[in-house]
């Protein structure tokens, strides 16, 4: 079965972003909640998508093919005025991740690592709390921490530590 990675293409600030494939209900997309709410005006208003892309992984894994992939993707949305670079798909998550490493002075030793700052979720806080609802938790959590170059270090070293 091929793996995918969906790619958002905003038609306002004209960025391209990577996001793991998601099958389910789009209710419990909070990976894309994430990053649609980043994309606001100035006022608070939404900016504008084209519609979610999907590529097959292996193809968008060969800088190359990416490259393709993306000139294509720029020249039949009509986004071929800027220099191509500004097009360039990047993956927030792992952008962000790498910031927080860099903040962390590039340790292993993370205090943060997923923790309740460090916790994905749906921007749905107003809606519960009206509803009466407690704070929003899922048994698939997922958190900066999961993106950052050392995951698998710092588990190890969390892990050696109780061992």
Not at 41 to 62: F, I, L, Q, T
Not at 71 to 81: D, F, L, M, Y
Not at 89 to 102: G, H, I, R, Y
Not at 124 to 137: F, H, I, M, N, S
Request: with cysteine.
């Amino acid at each position: 079965m091929a793996e995918y990675v969906r790619l958002l293409l905003c038609k306002t600030c004209g960025s391209m972003e990577e996001l793991p494939d998601y099958q389910g209900d789009p209710r419990s997309d909070f990976l894309l909640d994430n990053l649609v709410k980043r994309h606001r005006n100035g006022d608070g208003s939404a900016h504008v998508a084209h519609p979610m892309m999907r590529v097959e992984k292996r193809h968008w894994d060969v800088p190359s093919v990416r490259e393709e992939i993306i000139k294509r993707i720029r020249e039949q949305t009509g986004h071929t005025g800027l220099d191509p670079a500004f097009y360039d798909a990047k993956n927030t998550f792992q952008e962000d991740a790498m910031t927080c490493w860099s903040q962390h002075n590039r340790s292993i030793t993370c205090s943060d690592f997923c923790s309740d700052k460090k916790r994905l979720t749906p921007d749905t806080a107003a809606e519960r709390k009206a509803a009466g609802l407690p704070k929003y938790r899922s048994s698939k959590d997922i958190y900066l921490c999961h993106y950052c170059p050392v995951a698998n270090a710092v588990r190890r070293a969390a892990w050696d530590k109780t061992a």
